[in-house]
């Protein structure tokens, strides 16, 4: 009987160890590079703590509500609540009792990195986050995932251009 049990023990730890990490698992595709060039943004001539201040301000500008703020690290998130209701989910909700969305939660993490002296990179990915009331429980998370609308992030960096120039401005 021990016997038997040692052999399995052994079978399962021999089948177990084959297994390799294929070379190109950490290996960036060619849309997690594109995602990252419309994330990221290079400012020159600007301090860091002006650099989260001015995006700080950009985002309260847009609705969002700063949730956390560390200088010392260059980062920044904030979030804000929309509704999430579409037509077609309703008329199936009220025929089938399917579930519902109800709202959604947008959220943004917004990184800096000093790159030289003069330079600063930033780096903001936003978030969406649905979530719908079933029959037996309120506000599950069906949805997870980012944002890849390139318009949202040439909206934001439009916007915190400005707020930079206004700050240098001392306006």
């Not at 994330?39 to 301000?57: C, F, G, P, R």
């Amino acid at each position: 009987m021990r016997f038997k049990l040692y052999v399995v023990i052994l079978f399962s730890l021999f089948i177990t160890s084959c297994g390799t990490i294929p070379k190109d698992a950490l290996r960036l595709t060619q849309k997690s590079l594109e995602l990252r060039q419309m994330q990221q943004k290079e400012y020159d001539n600007v301090t860091e703590k002006h650099m989260l201040i001015a995006s700080a301000n950009v985002l309260q500008d847009i609705g969002f509500i700063i949730k956390e703020s560390e200088q010392d690290l260059g980062l920044l998130i904030a979030e804000k609540i929309r509704d999430a209701t579409n037509t077609g989910q309703v008329i199936m909700a009220i025929l089938l009792g399917t579930p519902m969305d109800t709202h959604q939660k947008i959220r943004v993490s917004l990184i800096t990195r000093i790159k030289n002296n003069n330079s600063i990179l930033v780096r903001a990915s936003f978030q969406r986050i649905v979530f719908s009331d079933t029959q037996y429980q309120r506000d599950v998370p069906t949805t997870m995932e980012y944002i890849k609308d390139k318009k949202i992030y040439q909206d934001f960096y439009t916007k915190l251009d400005k707020a930079i120039f206004l700050a240098k401005q001392g306006i």
